[in-house]
């Protein structure tokens, strides 16, 4: 441990608590061997970390920045010398190198960028020493060359100092500001410098005799101040609002401001009436904000005056409610500061929670106990990658290089075959992580996918992505789009053994608000109705049909003998005017709920239900009309039913395993099982299964045809 220390390095008065100071000692000892680690731009840093009210790891990752830049020293090291943590905070920096080098791309947006960066960030106390880093550098401006000058102000001004005021680092913004503005507009800063006809340290002392004179009075008239503090206006922000009001110099009224800060309405006007006692109120510089407030909610009371020596002096008075929402809320002053640029409500409240973590993360005798509140989530929902130009694109979190396509150009996106992250070629639905380049390869032809559409598949996470594909298959043909929504649709009537007449489907058509049948299968095609929903509504409509009338079911049991059955009464089933009947599930067609069905009276066996639409029951009917009477399933039909799913798939170690997977965890019971093998690794066989309705049949099918190697899966009807 180091016995000398200098002057500026923070000690047992700054940091009380041992763990955080001997971190910070640890620090300095590597950065002592290290040649050039502690010259004055190190001094500078540190002193505006520490005023920063920063913890422990931030300023030991301070101490040994430069080194760190320039390779001096390796991440192991600082692991085992000093903390773990402190290497992490560093490489969360090197992250964020990747905005110096975009900001020089003309083509890209600025407030893209401001975005881009706090996404990046891994660590949000990198950002705080970025920004500090950026401070101390334009501090050394005049060591280079005009042009470094040039482009160094100009990233200072578009990025870092707009970084600073959303976060509420008042202190680094105001000086990264003003030196943007010396170097970008010297003529304009020293005419300002010298209009101001006082240096900084004057302008700041007649503010303390302001607050002062203040503090007397208020406490003279027995009124509670939470907080009282004044401001110097800074250069540029004169020079903004001269530029944006058209102002003389001698018209820009808040050079020297005072903010009072109470507890209630009334205060704030008692704290109004001493102002105006004290020094001359300017009439027309009053702005009554709280009786009035701002279209966004903003109320304090702001005048201005004549104070002492004749200089116009501005008082604003709130309270501290009214502080917190004009700082931390919906009218906080960064957002009124940038009226060019349009944020969401939950953009504002990300930066209202960074503002309260890191105006909170200045505890420093706790050193590292907080560690894990800087950890970046504020900015989750958004993911910032690059075209090979380097242009920034703002997609959802998620997004993937298909969305990247989309979000550059349609004609991109509908060309796409192929693209790479990095230089690697990756699947489609690959994730885009923050700071990826994305390139996009493409065919000549336009050639979307319907698969694009289907959300499982995970090609497209962008709503506006997706809306670009349908549109493009809304302009084809809509013979095309009429044959594919069919095709689907009878594969699936297929798969779950329907059958629809003519006459259903056109209900169906009127059910999903179309014209015509064409229309129906046309919007299946684009995607716009899924095909389960339809063919659900389908089966539901098919159970509901109404059946001719036929001789009532007394009459025709008078006529036929009945044996007792030993097969016990299905408690889902219903048969019109007469209980305590026996029936039987056909096994020709396997009726299940809500399908249509018909009773059948056998001699001997009870009732045999069947499918309404069974060949067989065809038949019967022809054979013996007297038979066929009208049966239901009860509303609250429980239980379950036998039937058989036909399964076709390339054979592979396992398969048997996943498939019983499956129907395990969808609770269904496996009754059989037969298999068999064509010779050329084909399997073929039929699982009977007991289902509880023709949803949970869907959804089964559905699941088994997504297992690897299974070509095929519908339900045996026979």
Same mark, same amino acid.
């Given at each position: 441990?180091?016995?000398?220390?200098?002057?500026?390095?923070?000690?047992?008065?700054?940091?009380?608590?041992?763990?955080?100071?001997?971190?910070?000692?640890?620090?300095?000892?590597?950065?002592?061997?290290?040649?050039?680690?502690?010259?004055?731009?190190? @001094?500078?840093?540190?002193?505006?970390?520490?005023?920063?009210?920063?913890?422990?790891?931030?300023?030991?990752?301070?101490?040994?920045?430069?080194?760190?830049?320039?390779?001096?020293?390796?991440?192991?090291?600082?692991?085992?010398?000093?903390?773990?943590?402190?290497?992490?905070?560093?490489?969360?920096?090197?992250?964020?190198?990747?905005?110096?080098?975009?900001?020089?791309?003309?083509?890209?947006?600025?407030?893209?960028?401001?975005?881009?960066?706090?996404?990046?960030?891994?660590?949000?106390?990198?950002?705080?020493?970025?920004?500090?880093?950026? /401070?101390?550098?334009?501090?050394?401006?005049?060591?280079?060359?005009?042009?470094?000058?040039?482009?160094?102000?100009?990233?200072?001004?578009?990025?870092?100092?707009?970084?600073?005021?959303?976060?509420? *680092?008042?202190?680094?913004?105001?000086?990264?500001?003003?030196?943007?503005?010396?170097?970008?507009?010297?003529?304009?800063?020293?005419?300002?410098?010298?209009?101001?006809?006082?240096?900084?340290?004057?302008?700041?002392?007649?503010?303390?005799?302001?607050?002062?004179?203040?503090?007397?009075?208020?406490?003279?008239?027995?009124?509670?101040?939470?907080?009282?503090?004044?401001?110097?206006?800074?250069?540029?922000?004169?020079?903004?609002?001269?530029?944006?009001?058209?102002?003389?110099?001698? @018209?820009?009224?808040?050079?020297?401001?005072?903010?009072?800060?109470?507890?209630?309405?009334?205060?704030?006007?008692?704290?109004?009436?001493?102002?105006?006692?004290?020094?001359?109120?300017?009439?027309?510089?009053?702005?009554?904000?709280?009786?009035?407030?701002?279209?966004?909610?903003?109320?304090?009371?702001?005048?201005?005056?004549?104070?002492?020596?004749?200089?116009?002096?501005?008082?604003?008075?709130?309270?501290?409610?009214?502080?917190?929402?004009?700082?931390?809320?919906?009218?906080?002053?960064?957002?009124?500061?940038?009226?060019?640029?349009?944020?969401?409500?939950?953009?504002?409240?990300?930066?209202?929670?960074?503002?309260?973590?890191?105006?909170?993360?200045?505890?420093?005798?706790?050193?590292?106990?907080?560690?894990?509140?800087?950890?970046?989530?504020?900015?989750?929902?958004?993911?910032?990658?690059?075209?090979?130009?380097?242009?920034?694109?703002?997609?959802?979190?998620?997004?993937?290089?298909?969305?990247?396509?989309?979000?550059?150009?349609?004609?991109?996106?509908?060309?796409?075959?192929?693209?790479?992250?990095?230089?690697?070629?990756?699947?489609?639905?690959?994730?885009?992580?923050?700071?990826?380049?994305?390139?996009?390869?493409?065919?000549?032809?336009?050639?979307?996918?319907?698969?694009?559409?289907?959300?499982?598949?995970?090609?497209?996470?962008?709503?506006?992505?997706?809306?670009?594909?349908?549109?493009?298959?809304?302009?084809?043909?809509?013979?095309?789009?009429?044959?594919?929504?069919?095709?689907?649709?009878?594969?699936?009537?297929?798969?779950?053994?329907? /059958?629809?007449?003519?006459?259903?489907?056109?209900?169906?058509?009127?059910?999903?608000?179309?014209?015509?049948?064409?229309?129906?299968?046309?919007?299946?095609?684009?995607?716009?109705?899924?095909?389960?929903?339809?063919?659900?509504?389908?089966?539901?409509?098919?159970?509901?049909?109404?059946?001719?009338?036929?001789?009532?079911?007394?009459?025709?049991?008078?006529?036929?003998?009945?044996?007792?059955?030993?097969?016990?009464?299905?408690?889902?089933?219903?048969?019109?005017?007469?209980?305590?009947?026996?029936?039987?599930?056909?096994?020709?067609?396997?009726?299940?709920?809500?399908?249509?069905?018909?009773?059948?009276?056998?001699?001997?066996?009870?009732?045999? *239900?069947?499918?309404?639409?069974?060949?067989?029951?065809?038949?019967?009917?022809?054979?013996?009309?007297?038979?066929?009477?009208?049966?239901?399933?009860?509303?609250?039909?429980?239980?379950?039913?036998?039937?058989?799913?036909?399964?076709?798939?390339?054979?592979?170690?396992?398969?048997?395993?996943?498939?019983?997977?499956?129907?395990?965890?969808?609770?269904?019971?496996?009754?059989?099982?037969?298999?068999?093998?064509?010779?050329?690794?084909?399997?073929?066989?039929?699982?009977?299964?007991?289902?509880?309705?023709?949803?949970?049949?869907?959804?089964?099918?559905?699941?088994?045809?997504?297992?690897?190697?299974?070509?095929?899966?519908?339900?045996?009807?026979?």
């Amino acid at each position: 441990m180091s016995t000398l220390r200098p002057h500026w390095l923070p000690g047992q008065a700054e940091y009380p608590d041992s763990a955080a100071r001997e971190l910070i000692e640890r620090a300095y000892d590597v950065a002592a061997t290290l040649n050039g680690a502690l010259d004055e731009h190190t @001094q500078w840093l540190i002193g505006s970390l520490y005023d920063l009210r920063s913890d422990a790891t931030l300023i030991a990752a301070g101490l040994l920045v430069r080194p760190w830049r320039g390779k001096l020293i390796d991440g192991q090291r600082i692991d085992d010398e000093v903390d773990p943590n402190v290497t992490g905070l560093l490489r969360a920096l090197d992250d964020l190198a990747l905005i110096d080098a975009l900001h020089e791309q003309e083509n890209n947006d600025l407030e893209q960028l401001r975005k881009m960066l706090l996404a990046m960030a891994s660590d949000m106390r990198a950002v705080v020493l970025k920004l500090a880093l950026q /401070t101390v550098a334009m501090r050394r401006a005049n060591e280079y060359l005009p042009l470094e000058q040039q482009r160094l102000a100009l990233q200072t001004r578009d990025l870092f100092a707009p970084l600073a005021n959303r976060l509420g *680092i008042a202190q680094l913004k105001w000086e990264l500001e003003d030196r943007a503005l010396r170097i970008l507009e010297p003529d304009i800063y020293q005419e300002l410098a010298r209009s101001l006809e006082e240096r900084r340290v004057d302008r700041e002392r007649y503010i303390t005799r302001i607050i002062a004179v203040l503090e007397q009075n208020m406490q003279e008239a027995g009124v509670t101040v939470n907080k009282i503090y004044g401001r110097v206006k800074h250069i540029n922000s004169i020079y903004l609002k001269m530029k944006r009001k058209n102002l003389r110099f001698e @018209q820009v009224n808040d050079v020297r401001a005072v903010r009072v800060e109470v507890e209630s309405e009334e205060d704030c006007y008692q704290v109004l009436s001493i102002v105006n006692d004290l020094w001359q109120p300017i009439p027309e510089e009053f702005d009554d904000y709280i009786a009035h407030p701002k279209a966004n909610g903003y109320q304090s009371l702001h005048c201005s005056l004549v104070g002492p020596e004749g200089r116009v002096l501005e008082v604003q008075i709130r309270t501290t409610k009214m502080h917190d929402h004009a700082e931390l809320g919906v009218a906080a002053h960064w957002i009124y500061k940038e009226k060019g640029a349009r944020h969401s409500r939950q953009f504002e409240q990300q930066i209202e929670w960074l503002r309260r973590m890191l105006d909170g993360s200045g505890d420093r005798a706790r050193g590292d106990v907080v560690f894990d509140q800087f950890k970046n989530e504020a900015f989750r929902d958004r993911v910032y990658a690059l075209s090979p130009q380097g242009k920034v694109i703002d997609l959802p979190e998620g997004a993937t290089p298909l969305d990247f396509a989309y979000h550059i150009h349609t004609n991109l996106g509908h060309r796409c075959r192929g693209a790479k992250l990095n230089g690697q070629i990756v699947p489609l639905t690959t994730a885009i992580k923050n700071g990826d380049t994305v390139e996009i390869l493409t065919q000549k032809a336009l050639n979307p996918s319907r698969d694009w559409l289907n959300d499982h598949l995970g090609y497209l996470q962008s709503g506006r992505a997706k809306a670009k594909v349908r549109s493009y298959f809304k302009k084809l043909e809509k013979e095309s789009s009429v044959l594919a929504g069919q095709e689907m649709f009878d594969r699936e009537c297929r798969r779950l053994s329907l /059958t629809a007449m003519p006459e259903d489907i056109q209900q169906l058509a009127r059910h999903f608000n179309v014209h015509s049948v064409q229309d129906l299968f046309a919007r299946i095609g684009f995607g716009e109705v899924g095909v389960l929903t339809v063919v659900h509504e389908l089966a539901e409509r098919l159970a509901l049909k109404q059946q001719p009338e036929k001789p009532s079911l007394g009459e025709r049991l008078a006529r036929i003998p009945l044996k007792a059955s030993r097969k016990q009464k299905s408690s889902s089933i219903e048969v019109s005017g007469v209980d305590d009947l026996m029936v039987n599930f056909a096994s020709c067609c396997q009726p299940l709920p809500p399908v249509e069905i018909t009773g059948f009276i056998t001699q001997g066996r009870g009732i045999n *239900i069947h499918r309404s639409s069974c060949q067989n029951l065809q038949h019967l009917t022809n054979a013996h009309p007297e038979r066929i009477i009208d049966v239901h399933w009860q509303e609250d039909a429980g239980g379950v039913y036998s039937l058989d799913l036909a399964v076709e798939a390339f054979d592979r170690p396992h398969l048997l395993r996943d498939i019983s997977q499956i129907l395990a965890n969808e609770k269904v019971t496996i009754i059989d099982v037969e298999m068999e093998e064509d010779g050329r690794q084909r399997l073929k066989g039929t699982f009977t299964l007991e289902i509880a309705d023709m949803r949970q049949l869907s959804r089964v099918i559905d699941r088994i045809a997504q297992v690897k190697n299974v070509n095929s899966v519908h339900r045996v009807k026979r």
